[in-house]
């Protein structure tokens, strides 16, 4: 495409119009016929010819003259090499990210931050059509030039631009850009073009292994998308289900398909996982989710009585009633519980899921630990809010101990020993407390001892 101009004749007072011919040199081909005083036909871009010259014939009311101005055709060849496309917007719909080529060796480079336009129509319009309600302004930069993030993705339109926008008229920059275009339509649609599983982490897995209600943590995972090469990372967040609100748990490397949701994570009012994947230079605008069902699983009605008599120590049955529904757990530990900090406990023993009894053994030391507390445990974390009871330590005491000896032999004793038996735990003394029977031994002479 070009602007074809020649001065006007020294005596053009006959001249009423000039005819313009394509010849290549024994054949021509009438092109334009214009008026006196025209000094300029414009031939539009892709056109196609097989012609070497411009004739340009002056012509009076008579007749056509025989000797043309002769102007000869150069074909500027401004195809570029090597284009590539990183498709960095990792959205399925949408592309973004770097358009790069090699410059024909005989043109000019357009200039830094030149502002052009891309262009991109839907399949069935791509071969020589001109959308221009889908374009996309670029800044060039000598050879590369910046497609948005999230633009619209088609087809790239076959052809430069004859006037794109922020340029009044045809130039090698936008010839330059066009066939970068042009070889885009072949190299970066094909590989966006990609079904969603080779584009977002797929296979998303989670399920919550913290038995605390209101709280979550476990290994979340996933299926690698096929497009690692433009990775950085992972970015996973606790979402509502329509997006609208979310906090950031953290990243994972681009290498990596395993994220850990920390134990006690606060789940409060969301309900999935989103796993973005994030290249150099954006974020995927639509993630990949997960729904989240949080566990909340403890025991309940836990009952213990003390059946050791010792001070200080324990011995006797616990009891408890397990979670309902029980998902989760796979063990009950149970512990005993300096205060309800948590930060100072004695194993006692653990039981697998199925019981809801264990037996404390005799002379199991309790020290000075005032609770006992029954936790659930998964296959990965224990409970940090457990169910528990303080403990009663039976250790009943035996007062007024009392003998006088009646035998009034040497070295033999003889006579009632007494005393007072331990009160009942409501305080009271029984005549089948701690004792039973009232407690009377006699020590008679003759050899007992």
Request: proline share 7%.
């Amino acid at each position: 495409g070009l602007i074809l101009n020649r001065d006007l004749p020294p005596d053009g007072s006959l001249v009423t119009s000039f005819v313009v011919y394509l010849s290549n040199g024994s054949e021509r081909l009438e092109y334009s016929n214009v008026t006196e005083n025209t000094t300029e036909v414009a031939v539009p871009p892709e056109f196609e010819f097989d012609y070497m010259y411009f004739w340009i014939f002056s012509k009076s009311s008579l007749a056509e003259a025989t000797t043309p101005q002769v102007h000869s055709i150069v074909d500027v060849d401004a195809t570029v090499q090597t284009v590539e496309f990183v498709g960095e917007d990792l959205d399925l719909e949408n592309l973004g990210g770097f358009v790069r080529w090699t410059p024909n060796g005989a043109m000019t480079l357009p200039p830094a931050a030149k502002p052009l336009a891309l262009q991109v129509v839907p399949d069935h319009q791509r071969e020589g059509v001109l959308d221009r309600g889908h374009e996309i302004e670029v800044q060039v930069v000598l050879q590369e030039a910046e497609v948005p993030p999230a633009s619209v993705l088609g087809k790239l339109i076959q052809r430069p631009f004859a006037t794109p926008r922020g340029i009044a008229s045809p130039s090698p920059a936008s010839q330059l850009l066009g066939h970068a275009v042009q070889m885009l339509d072949l190299v970066v649609f094909h590989q966006l073009r990609l079904p969603p599983s080779k584009i977002f982490s797929t296979n998303l897995s989670f399920t919550d292994e913290d038995l605390d209600g209101g709280e979550v943590s476990n290994s979340l995972t996933w299926t690698q998308p096929e497009v690692p090469d433009v990775l950085v990372d992972f970015r996973v967040f606790l979402a509502l289900s329509d997006a609208s609100a979310m906090t950031e748990l953290g990243a994972a490397p681009a290498e990596s398909s395993i994220f850990f949701v920390n134990e006690g994570t606060p789940i409060e009012n969301y309900t999935q996982i989103l796993v973005y994947s994030r290249s150099s230079a954006m974020t995927q605008s639509t993630p990949s989710a997960v729904n989240v069902t949080d566990l909340d699983e403890s025991v309940s009605n836990v009952r213990f009585e003390d059946y050791d008599l010792d001070a200080l120590d324990l011995g006797g049955g616990v009891n408890w009633t397990p979670p309902e529904p029980l998902e989760g757990t796979k063990y009950y530990s149970i512990q005993l519980v300096w205060d309800q900090t948590f930060d100072y406990r004695s194993v006692i023993s653990e039981v697998s899921v199925g019981e809801r009894h264990y037996e404390i053994p005799v002379d199991t030391y309790l020290g000075t630990f005032p609770y006992m507390y029954v936790y659930t445990k998964s296959s990965l974390l224990e409970q940090t809010t457990p169910v528990g009871i303080l403990i009663s330590d039976t250790a009943p005491e035996i007062t007024n101990i009392q003998f006088s000896d009646q035998d009034l032999d040497q070295y033999e004793i003889g006579g009632n020993l007494t005393w007072t038996e331990p009160l009942s735990r409501n305080g009271e003394t029984s005549q089948q407390g701690w004792c039973g029977w009232p407690c009377l031994i006699s020590l008679l002479g003759g050899g007992h001892r």
